[in-house]
């Protein structure tokens, strides 16, 4: 019997480590200091990529008659921490982020890592498709490496 106990010990010691490492990821992002929204510049780093989404006049509820849109998004390499503002929105992990870029630029960029310097503010348009979106100054290449075939995500 004792030597079940032991195992049965050694499988909760295994499960409680467990535990502890998963509910450790969050907090390496919690480590780093949070961003401000606009005026603070923030410079970050990641894949820039492209999604289509709907536009006037439905959004997607009637997609024959609805504007497209080739929407540039930056996966970012590490989750961003935004501090909590004055109108009482909490502190948020951020994963991507929307580029307001032009399409000639974005083009140039989609599928590879780039460092964008600008700052950030609240989705406020129709036209703004995540929570948190990028004004760049500017955008510069980190990685020249093999371009892969254009990414269209549809979400």
Not at 20 to 35: F, I, S
Not at 43 to 66: A, H, M, Q, W
Request: charge should be positive; proline fraction near 8%; include cysteine.
């Amino acid at each position: 019997m004792w030597s079940v106990s032991v195992i049965a010990r050694g499988k909760a010691r295994f499960g409680c480590a467990a535990i502890l490492v998963l509910m450790a990821l969050p907090l390496a992002a919690q480590a780093r200091p949070c961003v401000h929204y606009w005026p603070q510049h923030v410079s970050i780093v990641g894949t820039l990529e492209r999604i289509e989404k709907f536009g006037p006049p439905n959004y997607g509820e009637n997609p024959k008659t609805d504007a497209r849109y080739s929407v540039p998004i930056l996966r970012l390499a590490q989750p961003l921490r935004r501090c909590a503002d004055s109108t009482g929105d909490a502190v948020s992990v951020v994963s991507e982020i929307q580029v307001q870029l032009k399409p000639i630029q974005a083009n140039q960029l989609i599928d590879r890592v780039v460092q964008v310097f600008g700052t950030m503010g609240p989705a406020a348009m129709a036209h703004d498709f995540t929570p948190v979106v990028c004004t760049p100054d500017s955008v510069i290449l980190v990685s020249s490496g093999t371009r892969r075939p254009a990414s269209k995500r549809t979400d």
